[in-house]
């Protein structure tokens, strides 16, 4: 694909990261939903699908092991296959 073709699923997975008062971060997974399979259209939030905190050198040095970065990779294309083979077309 040269370009985006504005095609897509009509679910997914949004990741978000807040910073604590306790020194760490949280990364969030929310499920999201999309009726018009495009970009035209607005993701809706379903629900909170996990979450992760980690110290805050963690993240701001880059210091996430390739295991753990990994292990999130793979939690997220695995949430969503699921969420395709759930959810209507």
């Known amino acids: ?12 997975v949004i ?10 971060y ?12 495009t970009t035209k259209c607005e993701w809706k939030h379903e629900v909170v699908f996990t979450w992760k905190e980690y110290d805050k050198n963690e993240i701001d040095d880059y210091n996430l092991s390739e295991k753990e970065l990994a292990g ?6 695995a ?8 959810r209507p077309k």
Do not use: F, P, Q
Not at 79 to 86: F, T
């Open 26 to 37: 949280r990364l969030i997974l929310d499920d999201v939903s999309n009726s018009d399979k």
């Open 79 to 86: 949430r969503l296959i699921a969420l395709k083979n759930h």
């Open 72 to 77: 999130l990779g793979y939690h997220i294309l």
């Open 1 to 12: 694909m040269d370009t985006d073709d504005g095609l897509r699923s009509n679910s997914g």
């Open 15 to 24: 990741c978000s990261l807040i910073e604590l008062e306790n020194g760490k």
